[in-house]
């Protein structure tokens, strides 16, 4: 009896294969931690062999968890980390290391391309403003300085189109990543005014056909059956980006409610719902994404704050790395733990953070990629209690920059991510964005999101939102209202967290300037 689908989603941090049952309810998980590599200059990039050996292995190991696993899978879906650059030669060989999301070597790209006219044509094509992470900027550098590099590449992949063509033999990418990054979001397909505006129409052949894992699928390879332990002919469904897979498993597509959907993980995801394109907003700062969703005319319109828990990170590393001086070991759960403390002794915004604490800067609501983390306002009657709390109300400022730039305030917030579970970011965040926040008992909603891809494509539900009725809804929790008294605090300190950033580019471009000479 075939019984279960299977989520394949291959992170920044994690892989992960996830096992669930035809209703969505999860029975089995295994995961390996991922490994990438940051290079002098930005560089961020991922060895795509061990890439695929890592995701099959997570396969082999989930069929240790769950009896008979390879008969009964209906479907494979695979999903994973978005943007990036990952280049294969005619014969499926790796031409080089993936370049990631966290690559920063684009950026000098980024200011030179949108601070010509035309960009505006290109961004009303695609809805998406131009950052260093995505593939057509990295293609512009390439040009420059790795030509030969690109001219043994036959595909430009990313993270799960990789894994895909590993699994299957077949060269494609999704709608949502094939259209943010050179197409039209109009049509859901790729746009030649937008290769010609980043000056990339010579690539165009890189470039491979875009499926959608809703309608089309294709069998497992025996190769690939071979280093999973499935069976050859299973379908495998290429899901849409990781963001859009986690949106569509944490409660994004609710036609009804439109609430908000933010994903707190090592970047920020914020979502809103457009139900046609002609309901996607774009700004007149170019900036934000538009993502075709896996369902007919719908897009969620994002805007991302760069580096979200890598600030949390970041602040708990200062303590922990001070006590390891001393010879006292902590982990990053036991740090964890003592959040809620701190924040209880600390006072709401007595001073601020600008998040910006990624190499790469900043891309939304604004593109910097000169920004940098700082606090503004520390005095000497500040301590580490009121430092930790003042970053976890910067990722929450950031949320509401965020949402700000796409239109009206949601008032319901669906929380996913690593750090959902901290009941004071939820606090924090559900104030600053003045939303009542709900979370899903959903565990591994990237994971879900491309299942149900999968369960729609092989005809188990006639449409996305009769499997969103039966996967998403039933899962979530009540909503956690809004603190108004805390809500009232934030707003007036929202105009103070918007100026800090306008007054301190200039600062960072000196800064950046400095280091370059």
């Not at 995961?31 to 890439?51: C, F, I, S, V, W």
């Not at 033999?169 to 010609?196: I, K, N, Q, W």
């Not at 009232?488 to 105009?495: L, Q, W």
Request: one cysteine or more.
């Amino acid at each position: 009896m075939r019984d279960i689908l299977i989520g394949l989603d291959a992170g920044t941090s994690v892989i992960k294969s996830i096992a669930f049952d035809t209703t969505g309810r999860q029975i089995a998980a295994a995961a390996l931690p991922n490994h990438y590599e940051t290079l002098p200059g930005g560089g961020a990039e991922q060895d795509l062999a061990r890439t695929w050996s890592d995701a099959a292995a997570t396969l082999r190991q989930l069929a240790d968890k769950v009896p008979d696993l390879a008969n009964r899978t209906v479907a494979i879906a695979v999903t994973g980390q978005g943007d990036g650059t990952w280049l294969i030669d005619g014969k499926g060989e790796p031409v080089a290391k993936g370049w990631l999301w966290l690559d920063a070597r684009a950026a000098a790209v980024v200011e030179e391309i949108r601070a010509r006219p035309e960009d505006r044509l290109r961004f009303e094509r695609t809805g998406t403003g131009l950052a260093a992470c995505q593939q057509g900027s990295q293609f512009v550098f390439m040009k420059r300085n790795m030509p030969a590099m690109l001219a043994k590449a036959a595909t430009a992949f990313h993270c799960k189109d990789w894994l895909y063509f590993k699994l299957t033999g077949e060269r494609a990418t999704d709608p949502s990543e094939g259209t943010f990054t050179f197409g039209d979001f109009h049509t859901r397909d790729y746009c030649d005014d937008v290769l010609d505006v980043l000056g990339v129409a010579d690539l165009r052949h890189l470039l491979p056909p875009i499926v959608d894992g809703t309608r089309h699928s294709t069998g497992l390879s025996q190769a690939a059956a071979d280093a999973t332990g499935m069976l050859a002919g299973t379908p495998v469904v290429l899901g849409y980006v990781d963001v859009v897979c986690t949106a569509l498993g944490a409660g994004l597509l609710d036609r009804k409610r439109k609430p908000g959907c933010s994903i707190i993980g090592s970047t920020g995801m914020h979502m809103r719902l457009a139900e046609t394109p002609d309901d996607v907003q774009l700004n007149q700062a170019a900036t934000g994404y538009t993502m075709a969703m896996p369902a007919p005319g719908v897009f969620a319109q994002m805007q991302s704050n760069m580096a979200a828990t890598l600030n949390i990170d970041w602040v708990l590393g200062l303590a922990s790395g001070i006590l390891a001086s001393q010879g006292i070991t902590r982990s990053n759960g036991e740090m964890i733990a003592l959040v809620d403390a701190w924040i209880a002794a600390s006072q709401p915004a007595s001073l601020l953070y600008q998040p910006y604490v990624s190499e790469a800067g900043e891309r939304g609501p604004f593109v910097d990629a000169n920004a940098r983390a700082g606090f503004v306002g520390i005095s000497s009657r500040h301590g580490y209690a009121d430092l930790v709390r003042a970053v976890f109300e910067g990722l929450a400022f950031a949320a509401r920059d965020c949402y700000a730039a796409m239109g009206p305030l949601p008032r319901e917030v669906r929380l996913t991510g690593g750090a959902a579970r901290s009941s004071a970011l939820r606090k924090i965040l559900g104030a600053a964005v003045g939303a009542d926040i709900r979370t899903s008992e959903r565990e591994e909603a990237g994971a879900a999101g491309a299942a149900m891809i999968a369960a729609v494509c092989v005809g188990q539900y006639p449409s996305m939102d009769d499997c969103v009725g039966e996967w998403v809804t039933p899962l979530l929790g009540e909503a956690e209202p809004s603190d108004r008294s805390l809500a009232a605090i934030y707003e007036k300190m929202t105009p103070s967290y918007m100026l800090a950033h306008e007054a301190l580019r200039p600062v960072w471009r000196s800064m950046a300037a400095s280091k370059a000479n």
